[in-house]
């Protein structure tokens, strides 16, 4: 699969992987504000064979595939579940914050 990388202006060693070069209207609106301004740093062809430094090639391409984008976090960071479809629909209860 043919894809694109961007690099977070705000958030170091932060990069968005997308099916569709700039297509950021296809990440949710949480995660872009997050973000911030996005630099493209790389089109590569992703197959699951492909040795990735940081990421799981398959994983990756099963995000592409099922929700156009996947985030790739610095290793110490562990925002992973960003990457879960129900990221975009879960409710922000903060009742309990009060």
């Not at 170091?12 to 996005?38: C, H, Q, V």
């Not at 992703?46 to 984008?69: S, Y």
Request: aromatic share 8%; proline share 7%.
């Amino acid at each position: 699969m043919h894809c694109f990388v961007y690099a977070s202006q705000r958030k170091p060693n932060t990069y968005l992987w997308l099916a569709k070069r700039d297509d950021f209207g296809r990440i949710p609106e949480s995660l872009a504000l997050m973000l911030g301004e996005m630099r493209f740093a790389l089109e590569v062809e992703l197959t699951d064979e492909r040795k990735l430094p940081q990421e799981d090639a398959k994983a990756v391409l099963e995000h592409l595939l099922t929700q156009g984008w996947h985030l790739q976090l610095p290793p110490n960071e562990t925002l992973a579940s960003a990457n879960h479809p129900a990221y975009r629909s879960a409710p922000t209860d903060r009742s309990h914050d009060s």
